[in-house]
């Protein structure tokens, strides 16, 4: 067994939810003060979801608890080998088998709305993964690991080498994080076509490990942005900093897209952003001229 990162793997199994709801409810006080309203108080992802875990409501189907709850193991299992140091792009394929999860419960359901909601959650997941994946070589072409822990002890200040790489990523974590304008497959704004979508028919604690589950998520998840500021704590404090209020800001001033319309997008900044940096990248790496 490795040393200290097995600490922080039991950690992040113990605090993600802490972290990952005070995100939450940050999110939500900040959106309420852009949007010129009280808004609700910091703990309240907490109560809400103590509410759900208190509710009895029995599941659409027998299938339907068993996958979303592989959805939140899956997800959990992701963080803790993040942490751990494995292979972060073998991580990223575990991430892809919780979203799979959550998919298939949504189909189970054989609501029109949850279909629809899961049709386009495949749809993001060919639309996001593509740029995920480069920003994952990106980061081996300069740490020469896949290690998490080795990425970040790097002295490089990664994010002058790969900005457009950094770009693209935070880019395509409006759809991971399902933020506007690419909330299309589980929207929670009622003025939208399709209301919840991929968890309209989950209620109660099914409800509860979907949202627990996307908790986790979101940790992990700026622990990959914060690959790219490890050369220092300052450095680290300020890239999270406006990375986190940049997914805030746009999520409130943007309006929602066409699914046709996310997927072209996602694509031709994985092809800017992405390629564009990463290409050049590796020529200069190599000492091409």
């Not at 067994?1 to 900040?30: H, N, Q, S, T």
């Not at 994952?136 to 080498?161: C, R, T």
């Not at 990375?243 to 046709?260: C, P």
């Amino acid at each position: 067994m490795k040393g200290i990162e097995i600490y922080i793997a039991i950690a992040y199994v113990v605090l993600g939810p802490l972290l990952g709801g005070l995100l939450d409810g940050f999110d939500r006080v900040i959106t309420a003060r852009l949007q010129g309203r009280v808004g609700p108080p910091l703990l309240q992802p907490f109560y809400d979801l103590r509410k759900l875990f208190t509710r009895r409501i029995r599941p659409v189907n027998r299938l339907q608890l068993p996958l979303i709850a592989s959805h939140l193991v899956f997800a959990v299992l992701t963080g803790v080998l993040f942490f751990y140091g494995s292979d972060i792009l073998l991580i990223i394929f575990v991430l892809t088998l919780a979203s799979i999860f959550l998919v298939l419960a949504a189909y189970s359901t054989g609501s029109p709305f949850s279909t629809i909601g899961a049709d386009r959650e495949l749809l993001l997941m060919t639309a996001y993964e593509p740029m995920i994946i480069i920003a994952l070589v990106a980061l081996f072409g300069v740490a020469k690991s896949f290690n998490f822990y080795e990425i970040l002890s790097s002295a490089m200040p990664i994010y002058l080498y790969l900005p457009g790489i950094y770009l693209g990523l935070v880019f395509v974590l409006q759809m991971k994080l399902r933020k506007s304008p690419f909330d299309i497959s589980a929207s929670h704004h009622a003025h939208q076509e399709l209301v919840m979508g991929l968890t309209a028919d989950m209620g109660g604690p099914a409800l509860g490990m979907v949202e627990l589950a996307h908790w986790y998520e979101s940790v992990y998840l700026f622990a990959l942005v914060l690959l790219f500021f490890s050369s220092s704590w300052v450095s680290a404090i300020v890239g999270l900093s406006v990375t986190y209020s940049l997914i805030i800001f746009l999520d409130n001033v943007t309006a929602r897209v066409k699914w046709q319309r996310a997927l072209s997008i996602a694509w031709l900044v994985t092809l800017v952003a992405g390629a564009g940096n990463l290409i050049p990248f590796y020529l200069i790496s190599r000492g091409t001229p």
